[in-house]
């Protein structure tokens, strides 16, 4: 075949989804040749493959050979390309600048479009909001002025951004919305316009921690994904998928997510890499997986970004002034260890209300735990004082309830307590938050058990099914025993193997097939005595009492186990 068919073959495997196809065809054109053409395209498959470390490589031959040939056009486009990657993916601002400011210098003044696709990279880049503004709107301007939907959509979608960080978050939400519902509906001939206005729908989402959209609008995108793969793809998107993921549920994939984000960004953006972790670990925590957790922790050696989940770590294994400690770490520098964490661009992966809100509500609850009721009233006040304050921000509700409500428990005011309980469990029910809204449950169920036993009893029994399903093991084991404190039983039935977390499942097939404990370490890249965690765990859960039983239950479950 000659160079000019396999390109085309390559572009024709790029516009299916086709990436490996794709890569090769792009390979075998660049044997003994460097076009440009096929440089971009090659760049364009890694890109998507996950090889955004070569995939730059390629982008910058392509630049090269495109500017050797004197096609300025092209030069422009890989350099634009460039900007963003560094900024959005490698955490680079250094050379998002310089790749942008090359752009500039080629573009022709009266080459409208390349200049509004440098509007598009200067606004992402821009530190004051008013410049932002205006760069973004003569971007969108342009798009239409001169007929480029690509740049439209992706304009559009950071003008919603822009919005929402200037308070118009209703006229933000549209433009998002309406971005996202163009690049799904195909007015893009690009696979990055869907990944541009997914990133920055994601950023609105974090911004305002509105996960509901967040999910929504992922699952409107399912023909992409099928089609394409996630669009999630620049590593500040990936892990705020990631911890969209982690909040509302879905743990295996936001482990998967988050893993792949903790691997894009290792060496090469430090900030988000030890965000990827510490979301991990909190992972970890919310599993009920303490000693992998405590491993995530150590072994990255970023004391504030893993602050708090460290805290929510001490505060599981029961030492609760450490976790006081760890949580006021965190809160002490919201305002200003993290501004290095991510580039200008965007800003997403930064924190947001939501974990500032969890972290105020797991400080009340440690401060509980550690005997120190006073601190625990202030900290709860002061998170009263901030949901006052934010207009209606259903988030800050919820947490601000659970945390009234766990002081005034506390304090034996058991009518208050009730209803800030009843209040939380509405609102995290609503926010689709699984874990928090079974927490809240459960903290219901100990006051109503002074008064309402039976009912009491089917709070606690609802909040058990929940965290058994999540696969949260620590939870579901507090909230068994309290019932078997009230002479309730704990689970009525042993769990199926559905119901056993990824890690748990991998744990018994390996059992099963007669590891031993030592060996099933070697395979999973765990210590020994977290195995043995994990095995108590299956069979606890099960209701098993040892490996033949183990072996005997899972013969009968052929094709269920991961």
């Known amino acids: 075949m000659t160079l000019e068919d396999l ?11 086709r990436w490996t196809e794709a890569r090769a065809a792009f390979e075998e054109a660049l044997a003994g040749t460097g076009s440009a053409d096929a440089l971009a395209g090659l760049g364009d498959a890694l890109f998507f493959l996950g090889d955004v470390g070569e995939s730059v490589h390629c982008r910058e031959r392509a630049y090269a050979a495109s500017r050797r040939a004197g096609n300025v056009p092209e030069a422009i486009d890989s350099a634009v390309w460039l900007c963003l990657v560094y900024g959005m993916s490698l955490g680079n601002e250094a050379a998002a600048r310089g790749w942008l400011a090359r752009a500039e210098s080629m573009a022709d003044p009266d080459d409208g479009l390349s200049l509004a696709w440098v509007d598009y990279c200067a606004a992402l880049l821009a530190t004051d909001a008013q410049t932002c503004r205006e760069l973004i709107e003569r971007a969108l301007a342009t798009s239409h002025e001169l007929g480029d939907p690509d740049l439209a959509v992706c304009a559009l979608a950071e003008r919603g951004v822009v919005l929402v960080k200037e308070g118009e978050v209703q006229a933000g939400l549209r433009c998002v919305d309406e971005a996202m519902a163009s690049a799904l509906g195909g007015d893009g001939s690009s696979f990055y316009t869907v990944v541009m206005a997914s990133c920055s729908m994601l950023t609105v989402c974090d911004l305002l921690s509105d996960l509901g959209r967040a999910t929504q609008w992922s699952q409107a995108a399912d023909d992409y994904m099928r089609s394409y793969g996630c669009p999630y793809l620049y590593a500040q998107c990936r892990m705020v998928h990631g911890r969209v993921l982690l909040l509302t549920g879905h743990w295996a994939e936001a482990d998967d997510e988050l893993r792949r984000a903790a691997a894009g960004t290792r060496g090469v953006f430090p900030g988000m890499f030890h965000r990827a972790i510490a979301s991990l670990a909190e992972l970890r925590v919310r599993q009920g997986h303490f000693d992998e957790a405590r491993a995530l922790i150590e072994g990255i050696g970023a004391p504030v970004e893993t602050s708090l989940a460290a805290a929510g770590l001490s505060l599981g294994i029961n030492e609760p ?23 200008q661009l965007h800003a997403g992966g930064q924190r947001t209300s939501l974990e500032t809100a969890g972290a105020r509500g797991l400080l009340v609850e440690a401060q509980l735990a ?3 009721p006073a ?20 988030l800050l509700s919820a947490h601000a309830a659970l945390a009234r409500g766990r002081v005034a428990a506390a304090e034996g005011r058991q009518e208050p307590a009730t209803v800030y309980f009843e209040e939380a469990l509405k609102w995290f029910g609503h926010l689709e938050l699984p874990l928090e809204a079974a927490r809240s449950r459960l903290e ?19 909040a058990l099914s929940v965290l058994d399903k999540l696969g949260a093991s620590h939870d579901a084991d507090v909230a068994a025993a309290l019932l078997r404190s009230w002479g309730a039983g704990g689970r009525s039935v042993p769990r ?25 370490a070697g395979q999973l890249f765990i210590s020994s005595k977290t195995v043995a965690h994990h095995v108590s765990s299956v069979l606890e859960k099960l209701g098993l009492r040892n490996r033949a039983e183990a072996a005997a239950y899972a013969a009968r479950l052929p094709g269920q186990l991961s």
């Not at 002034?321 to 520098?333: H, N, T």
């Open 321 to 343: 002034v450490a976790a006081v400690a760890l949580a006021e770490r965190w809160l002490r520098s919201e305002n200003g260890s993290t501004d290095d964490v991510v580039p």
């Open 444 to 462: 219901l169920a100990r006051v109503l058990a002074q008064g309402q036993p039976s009912l009491a009893v089917s709070e606690a029994r609802a």
């Open 375 to 394: 601190a625990a009233a202030a900290a709860a006040q002061h998170l009263a004082e901030l949901d006052a304050g934010a207009g209606g921000v259903r």
């Open 7 to 17: 390109t085309a073959k390559g572009h024709q495997a790029l516009d299916a989804g």
């Open 496 to 520: 199926e193997a559905g119901v056993l977390t990824r890690r748990e499942q991998e744990i018994l097939r390996l059992l099963v097939q007669g590891y031993s404990n030592h060996e099933i």
């Open 370 to 372: 550690a005997g120190n």
